[in-house]
């Protein structure tokens, strides 16, 4: 199973609108980052959170973290139709990185 | 600027056929990664490697043998296809931060 997952499939959105991916994970973290994935491409990282902070921001991004419900969420302001892509929630275990499945993001104009 | 650069992007293999995807990365990063990808199951991690010589079993390691003879190069190898291993496979490096990965090389096998 899953030690990270989104917590919906997919989200639409019109342009300038904002969008939220939530994401819940399993077991205790020092740091949770989320990825971008556009289509033919890989995955890109957007932000990394780190376990003692409870937000950050990078341009039109924030994300946020609560470790004591062992969630987090990304927000997209003023959304553009290029942030139509696949967004993943990531954490770190002994092996690496584990991702969720993802949440599809569509921006509409 | 980070870079992965996988080969080939493409792929069609015969069933029992062996397949080789290359890696090659410039970030002077220890660890590399290689994940599949498929439909209702993310991305999942098949082998990864601390470093030239090194390779590790990730969560799916059946069927794939991993190979790093230098820093910057790691291979993942298929020795006898199935079409069960179609899928899109991504290389990644990264240290303790973000992954850097490929643009992915689609696979299918016949």
């Known amino acids: 199973s899953q030690l990270a997952e989104e917590n919906s499939w997919a989200l639409s959105v019109h342009e300038g609108e904002s969008v939220t991916v939530n994401c819940s994970y399993k077991?205790?973290?020092?740091?949770l980052q989320w990825y971008r994935q556009k289509s033919g491409k890989g995955p890109a990282q957007l932000i990394l959170?780190?376990?003692?902070?409870r937000e950050k921001r990078n341009g039109r991004l924030r994300a946020t973290l609560d470790t004591s419900s062992q969630s987090s969420s990304l927000s997209i302001t003023a959304t553009r139709c290029e942030d139509t892509a696949v967004y993943f929630c990531?954490?770190?275990?002994?092996?690496?990185?584990?991702f969720g499945l993802g949440t599809r993001v569509s921006v509409f104009p | 600027e980070a870079a992965v650069t996988q080969s080939p992007r493409n792929k069609v293999a015969v069933t029992g056929g062996k397949v080789t995807l290359s890696c090659n990365q410039t970030?002077?990063?220890?660890?590399m990664y290689w994940y599949r990808q498929d439909t209702g199951h993310g991305l999942r991690l098949i082998h990864y490697?601390?470093?030239?010589?090194?390779?590790e079993k990730g969560d799916i390691p059946d069927g794939y043998k991993a190979s790093r003879p230098s820093q910057e190069n790691f291979s993942l190898i298929l020795e006898l296809a199935t079409p069960s291993q179609t899928s899109v496979y991504f290389c990644?490096?990264?240290?303790?931060?973000?992954?850097?990965f490929g643009a992915g090389t689609r696979l299918s096998v016949l």
């Open positions: 490697s601390y470093g030239a010589g090194s390779t």
């Open positions: 970030n002077n990063h220890n660890n």
């Open positions: 077991t205790s973290i020092t740091a």
């Open positions: 959170i780190r376990s003692n902070e």
């Open positions: 990644a490096s990264g240290d303790a931060g973000p992954l850097y």
């Open positions: 990531a954490t770190t275990y002994a092996q690496g990185l584990t």
